[in-house]
């Protein structure tokens, strides 16, 4: 039976469960499919808040996480500002031994300070990070749990036009896309925007003017960003339907050896492979040329922003606008911040692939 084959499936009788509770799934008037028509239908996109409602069980952890995230990001980010403090000190009129002594306990207890800030921050992010990861195993199991539990439920004509590697290889390697994306990276992207975002706040509380000039090519790499995601999701989607086709044909030549060897179509079967193996590579690699222009270009970008920001806050300092200590501070921050957008800007697209994808490829139900 064709791959591409329409086919009419009876639905009285059936005791199918929706994967990721889809209310419009059991509609007899919602559309068709593709667990049921196989390539004929193109795979609708699910909702995040789908994968999500997994981890519902685990909902006090992610929450005690989330908390600890918060306080591990603010941490992270006070640091620059006592840094630049100390600066502030060493740097002021130190003359008489009684100013040396008032600089050196001031020196001390901003020390202090900031080892207290990263005792906390360093056991907030210890929390953060296992509550998280056991968080993830948790969906992951459950995520494979209720997709076999629902293939095992599928009529018969389902498995005829559905070939047996690509539901392993949905089953094993796909889960495991989503369950980092949806708990791993997930976890990082909020540490990023927690993150960026309190610096950014920090940062005008240094200086706006400063911060206004870093922030002008943020929308000018918000547009990249999205722009590159929707062009790596596409590639992303050929590359794993090419690599599940594979795997496909590796599994069925695999089951019907004898088949393959009673028939000496070893030769045949092995070209069929290598031309899919080498049609995922092709993918592959035009993927790793997008992907290494796109961040070089963005770490162009960033690093330029960061240098026209020094100078002009070099100026601000001269003129005595902005102090020695707080213009290290900015920099600090600006730094910080944007290696924490860069970063987020490639956990998005993860997102974007590992969801969106392979969400439609194996957590579709009828």
């Known amino acids: 039976m064709g791959k591409t084959q329409r086919l009419d499936f009876a639905s009285s009788g059936s005791n199918r469960v929706p994967l990721l509770n ?12 593709d667990l049921e028509h196989g390539d004929a239908v193109q795979a609708a996109n699910v909702g995040y808040c789908r994968i999500l409602s997994l981890a519902k069980p685990d909902a006090g952890k992610i929450v005690i996480a989330t908390i600890a995230l918060l306080i591990a990001s603010t941490t992270s980010i006070l640091i620059p500002k006592f840094g630049g403090t100390i600066i502030d000190i060493v740097s002021r009129e130190i003359r008489t031994p009684e ?4 600089a ?19 056991l907030c992010t210890a929390l953060r990070a296992w509550l998280f990861s056991s968080a ?10 209720n997709l076999f539990a629902h293939l095992i439920h599928q009529e018969i004509a389902f498995y005829d036009v559905t070939r047996t590697g690509e539901l392993l290889s949905r089953l094993s390697e796909d889960t495991q896309i989503i369950k980092n994306a949806a708990t791993t990276n997930l976890s990082e992207a909020l540490r990023n925007v927690t993150t960026a975002f309190i610096g950014i706040g920090f940062m005008f509380s240094s200086s706006w003017k400063l911060t206004l000039l870093a922030l002008v090519v943020v929308p000018v790499i918000s547009v990249a960003v999205k722009k590159f995601g929707r062009y790596l999701r596409e590639l992303s989607h050929a590359t794993q339907a090419a690599a599940a086709v594979a795997a496909s044909i590796a599994e069925e030549s695999f089951g019907a050896i004898r088949t393959v060897r009673s028939f000496a179509q070893e030769g045949h079967t092995i070209s069929n492979y290598s031309e899919k193996v080498d049609e995922t590579l092709k993918l592959g690699l035009r993927q ?9 270009g963005l770490n162009a970008a960033s690093m330029l922003s960061v240098i026209v920001v020094v100078i002009y806050g070099a100026y601000l300092t001269i003129t005595g606008s902005l102090t020695a200590g707080a213009l290290t501070s900015f920099i600090l921050y600006s730094l910080t911040v944007s290696v924490n957008l860069y970063v987020n800007s490639w956990i998005l ?15 579709r139900s009828k």
């Open 22 to 33: 889809n209310k419009e799934a059991n509609n007899g008037d919602g559309p068709v499919t």
């Open 99 to 102: 100013q040396q002594a008032e």
């Open 104 to 122: 050196w306990e001031a020196v001390k207890n901003t020390i202090l300070e900031i080892l207290l800030i990263v005792v906390v921050g360093s």
């Open 136 to 145: 993830s195993e948790r969906v992951v199991a459950r995520l494979r749990k």
């Open 288 to 296: 790793a040329r997008v992907v290494g222009l796109f961040f070089g």
């Open 349 to 363: 697209n993860i997102f974007s692939i590992g969801v969106v994808h392979d969400c439609d490829e194996s957590c």
